[in-house]
């Protein structure tokens, strides 16, 4: 069984530019998770989605930061403009209905210079 | 105050040790509970959940849960140079909904 896709693996942008992160959760897990991990830190919770509806969202940046999830599948996270501190791992999860476990996917590298 | 404690070590053993773990939280009605391993540059795999109190074994690792004392912890037996990584712990439920609470990682460090 294929596990968490994400893409790209890196990225590194000025400030002020826009980005995507793209994630494809594992097949037949209807929960999705946008994470945030930095250096020597645990993974922040972005935002949470069951199938296609955003249901936990509260510590998203909503001025700069935009998610969608179409078709309840595929997600994509949007930073627009990135700055400096935006730096981070940015990490996609997704569980089942049944288990509740996050398996997680490789994440992105974000360098914002 | 941070909801899940851990201390960052680094966690030194030699090869073949038992390496012990331990994680604490604040929310006394969290419900589930999971540590991951995470390698330098790689991300975070789950190797263990516990739901209730006492010990969950699976191959070489050791998952305690004492909800009373809400404490959680990790046993690695015959420790190897290849378990050498982050130990997040993780919990979800109570307040924290289906988010998971991560604690900032112990380092281990298994020299051979």
């Known amino acids: 069984e294929a596990g968490v896709v994400q893409s790209p693996r890196y990225k590194i942008i000025e400030k002020k530019q826009p980005v995507a992160f793209w994630c494809n959760p594992i097949?037949?897990?209807?929960?999705l998770y946008w994470y945030l991990q930095n250096l020597g830190q645990g993974p922040e919770l972005l935002i949470r989605?069951?199938?296609?509806?955003?249901?936990?969202d509260s510590q998203l940046p909503k001025d700069r930061f935009s998610a969608e999830r179409l078709k309840g599948v595929d997600s994509t996270l949007k930073i627009q403009p990135a700055e400096l501190g935006d730096s981070a791992v940015y990490l996609c999860?997704?569980?089942?209905?049944?288990?509740?476990?996050?398996?997680f996917g490789p994440g992105t590298r974000l360098t914002v210079t | 105050q941070k909801e899940v404690e851990q201390n960052s070590g680094p966690l030194s053993v030699p090869e073949g040790a038992i390496a012990s773990l331990n994680c604490t939280y604040s929310?006394?009605?969290?419900?589930?509970f999971f540590w991951y391993r995470q390698y330098s540059g790689k991300s975070p795999e789950l190797i263990m959940s516990?739901?209730?109190?006492g010990d969950k074994e699976d191959g070489r690792f050791t998952a305690q849960l004492n909800k009373a004392s809400q404490y959680v912890s990790l046993l690695i037996r015959d420790s190897q140079p290849s378990d050498s990584a982050t130990y997040l712990c993780?919990?979800?439920?109570?307040?924290?909904?289906?988010?998971?609470?991560f604690g900032k990682g112990t380092s281990l460090l298994v020299t051979p």
């Open positions: 999860a997704s569980s089942s209905a049944v288990s509740h476990e996050q398996y």
């Open positions: 989605y069951e199938n296609e509806e955003a249901v936990d």
């Open positions: 993780a919990v979800k439920g109570g307040n924290s909904g289906y988010a998971l609470n």
């Open positions: 929310d006394r009605v969290s419900q589930s």
């Open positions: 516990i739901y209730s109190n």
């Open positions: 097949s037949g897990h209807n929960t």
